[in-house]
Each structure stands twice: as C-alpha cells, then as structure tokens.
Antibody, heavy 117, light 107 residues
Framework: EVQLVESGGGLVQPGRSLKLSCAASGFTFSNYYMAWVRQAPKKGLEWVATISTSGSRTYYPDSVKGRFTISRDNAKSSLYLQMNSLKSEDTATYYC??????????WGQGVMVTVSS | DVVLTQSPATLSVTPGERISLSCRASESVDTYLHWYQQKPNESPRLLIKYASQSISGIPSRFSGSGSGTDFTLSINGVELEDLSIYYCQQGNSLPYTFGAGTKLELK
C-alpha cells in the first residue's frame, strides 16, 4: 500500500524557516517524480514544487521561487521541502504527492504550516 | 500561466441524478487535464487522468471528456458520498495549475 506521511509543520514567525519531510513507503520511491502542493485555509490547491527521480531537476512557480527548495533522499525514500523567508501567505496545509508521469496519483494526509507573529 | 475556470462554483444535487462539471482552459492543454475529488477534511484523490482515462478503484459512475480547452467531469447517478469539491488540473505547461473547484452540495 502506497503511503506518504508528512511531518515538520507548525507555527513559525514571518521571515523564519521551516523544513517539511515526507516519508514514502509501499512503492519504489526512486522511480517517481514527486511534488509538494499546498492549500491555504478554505482555498484551492497550488502546486509549489516538483522534483525529478534523481533530484537533478526541480521546478517552482514564481510564488515560491528563490525561497523554497525541494529535495529528496532516495536511499531513505524521503522527500523534503525547505521553506525560507516565510510569509503570512505561505500559511497552508502542505501535501506531499507522488507524480505518475502526469497526474498526482497518491497524496499524503497533509501538514499544517502557520506563519504568524 | 494557464488559467482553469471551473463552473459552476457550487452545484446543488439530488441523489441519483446525472451531473456535469465544466473546466475551461485559457489555452489548449491537449488532454493533459486531470480531475481530483476532495472530501471534507481529506486529501485530494485522483479521479480521472488525461481528460478521460479511468483510475483503478474509482466508481464507474465517474467519467471525463474533452480536449483542448473544454473539459467535462460527469457523474452518472450522484451518491451522497460524492458531496465534495472537485478540482481540475492541467499538466501541459509549467506552472501546473488547478482550477478553483466546484463544490457539490445536497439540494
């Protein structure tokens, strides 16, 4: 059974950093692109980062480019999101998701990040 | 960026009826259009991929159609468990984008 379990969320002050982790199991992690998607409270979904199987290619939308860094450790079947210079508008539930070539076919349960002073 | 416009924003439904949800793209996304269902307090779940391809484990009452800029998600015989928010997402060009969602509520 595919499982994605996020951790590392919490309350953080504006301008500070936070690192999210996602532990994957039930599939060969190194064979799949992975992504982070976020959802602000009562809002829609926003794709915030994606990473290739080896980690050599990454992509970010303008909203987080230069502040967020996605990475992975295939040996540990783990995905990460380093978030720097956090803003109040980064407050959201962050989902780790497996990318089956195109669509996101499995999602974690999500982890809440609140940016507030 | 490709903008996906979903309509209606909210749809009131009666169990058993057939419904259609629309997703329109600001430019062609070919068939790189996927649909997700998000039930209250749950993570999104993939329903339909590449506009019309079914997903294992998803009830057959869900189907998708369309290509280019106009797409439809149909539910043939809505059930109470289908009361959710439905999102479309394009994977044709970066940044990958989602529609704002259509919420199904009970009439």
């Amino acid at each position: 059974e595919v499982q994605l379990v996020e951790s590392g969320g919490g309350l953080v002050q504006p301008g500070r950093s936070l690192k999210l982790s996602c532990a994957a199991s039930g599939f060969t992690f190194s064979n799949y692109y992975m992504a982070w998607v976020r959802q602000a409270p009562k809002k829609g979904l926003e794709w915030v980062a994606t990473i290739s199987t080896s980690g050599s290619r990454t992509y970010y939308p303008d909203s987080v480019k230069g502040r967020f860094t996605i990475s992975r450790d295939n040996a540990k079947s783990s995905l990460y999101l380093q978030m720097n210079s956090l803003k109040s508008e980064d407050t959201a539930t962050y989902y780790c998701a497996r990318r089956e070539l195109g669509p996101l076919d499995y999602w974690g349960q999500g982890v809440m990040v609140t940016v507030s002073s | 960026d490709v903008v996906l416009t979903q309509s209606p924003a909210t749809l009131s439904v009666t169990p058993g009826e057939r419904i259609s949800l629309s997703c329109r793209a600001s430019e062609s996304v070919d068939t790189y259009l996927h649909w997700y269902q998000q039930k209250p307090n749950e993570s999104p779940r993939l329903l339909i991929k590449y506009a019309s391809q079914s997903i294992s484990g998803i009830p057959s009452r869900f189907s998708g159609s369309g290509s280019g800029t106009d797409f439809t998600l149909s539910i043939n015989g809505v059930e109470l468990e289908d009361l959710s928010i439905y999102y479309c997402q394009q994977g044709n060009s970066l940044p990958y984008t989602f529609g704002a969602g259509t919420k199904l509520e009970l009439k």
